[in-house]
T-cell receptor
Framework: AQKVTQAQTEISVVEKEDVTLDCVYE???????LFWYKQPPSGELVFLIR??????QNEISGRYSWNFQKSTSSFNFTITASQVVDSAVYFC???????????????FGKGTKLSVIP | GAGVSQTPSNKVTEKGKYVELRCDPI?????LYWYRQSLGQGPEFLIY????????DSGLPNDRFFAVRPEGSVSTLKIQRTERGDSAVYLC??????????????FGPGTRLTVL
């Protein structure tokens, strides 16, 4: 079975600070996708990024960056120069890519609540 | 285009009652998923439809929960004899299917169910 652990339950930062959200995953499969979603107070899950297990290249998109390290089974998410609008719950998730059971369901972590204080 | 829609947005019911939650997926998406998100937790998979059939219902907690998708579009999650522990946000998602499996899942706003 798959498992995603987000050890940080809540984080508070002052606006303009950088913040890193940790994600550690467990799976016996060698091929999988990793995701980050944002859930603002409105409740809707907003997709941020998908990473294939074959691609360990880090990615930067504006103020967001992701560090995927297969050796430590981690997929961390950094927000640079945080803003109040970044306040939300952030979820890391995993999905297998084989054709069998579990290849369509997302396994989520418990989420990290980020509060950016003005 | 329109995203995934769910109705009602909020549902309050009494213990023991029957409820139906509706999901309208993105047009053209053949795959549909239901997840349940309890307070302070991440979403947990309930059931997956490919077309009209439930391809995987392994996440349904017990036989009080049932879901249908009769025409391969709108889906209804049905909960019989509701219990207070069923209180949660029920999320629906839909996706296209590719040669390598399901594509990106797009989520609806959820239905917040409260069982008194």
């Amino acid at each position: 079975a798959q498992k995603v652990t987000q050890a940080q339950t809540e984080i508070s930062v002052v606006e303009k600070e950088d913040v890193t959200l940790d994600c550690v995953y467990e799976t016996r499969d060698t091929t999988y996708y990793l995701f980050w979603y944002k859930q603002p107070p409105s409740g809707e899950l907003v997709f941020l990024i998908r990473r294939n297990s074959f691609d360990e290249q880090n990615e930067i998109s504006g103020r967001y960056s992701w560090n995927f390290q297969k050796s430590t089974s981690s997929f961390n998410f950094t927000i640079t120069a945080s803003q109040v609008v970044d306040s939300a719950v952030y979820f890391c998730a995993l999905r297998l890519t084989n054709s069998g059971a579990g290849s369509y369901q997302l396994t989520f972590g418990k989420g990290t609540k980020l509060s950016v204080i003005p | 285009g329109a995203g995934v829609s769910q109705t009602p947005s909020n549902k309050v019911t009494e213990k023991g009652k029957y409820v139906e939650l509706r999901c309208d997926p993105i047009s053209g998406h053949t795959a549909l998923y239901w997840y349940r998100q309890s307070l302070g937790q991440g979403p947990e998979f309930l059931i997956y439809f490919q077309g009209t059939g439930a391809a995987d219902d392994s996440g349904l907690p017990n036989d009080r929960f049932f879901a249908v998708r009769p025409e391969g579009s709108v889906s209804t999650l049905k909960i019989q004899r509701t219990e207070r522990g069923d209180s949660a946000v029920y999320l629906c998602a839909s996706s296209l299917m590719g040669s390598g499996g399901p594509r990106m899942q797009y989520f609806g706003p959820g239905t917040r169910l409260t069982v008194l």
